[in-house]
């Protein structure tokens, strides 16, 4: 088993910066991948961005292209989304999800989530 626990998210300004991290315990994460979503109120939950955790290859939504990064720390067990030039728009729910041996942009190839944390955009 996998838990995984989120950083605090937080209230910040349009063209703001904030980064969230998503600590794993229970199995060391050297295989599948990390990835984050987000839920608006009203909305599906997204797919944002994905990372393998062995090689770190990474995919992003269209919509944080260029605006967010992913990253991992392999010594810490831990992943990191960085979102810089914030908008409204990405106010969301933020999860972040594993599998030990899938990636993809579904929610159902992870089988482990965090709880989610709350991140306002103001404008």
């Known amino acids: 088993q996998v838990q995984l626990v989120e950083s605090r998210g937080g209230l910040v300004q349009a063209g703001g910066s904030l980064r969230l991290s998503c600590a794993a315990s229970g199995r060391t994460l050297s295989s599948g991948a990390m990835a984050w979503f987000r839920q608006a109120p009203g909305k599906e939950r997204e797919f944002v961005a994905s990372?393998?955790?062995?090689?770190?290859?990474?995919d992003y939504a269209d919509s944080v292209k260029g605006r967010f990064a992913i990253s991992r720390d392999n010594a810490k067990n831990t992943g990191y989304l960085q979102m810089n030039s914030l908008k409204p728009e990405d106010t969301a729910v933020y999860y972040c999800?594993?599998?030990?041996?899938?990636?993809?942009?579904?929610?159902?190839?992870?089988?482990?989530w965090g709880q989610g944390t709350q991140v306002t955009v103001s404008s």
């Open positions: 999800a594993a599998d030990l041996r899938r990636w993809g942009r579904s929610t159902a190839y992870y089988n482990y």
């Open positions: 990372i393998k955790w062995s090689g770190g290859s990474t």
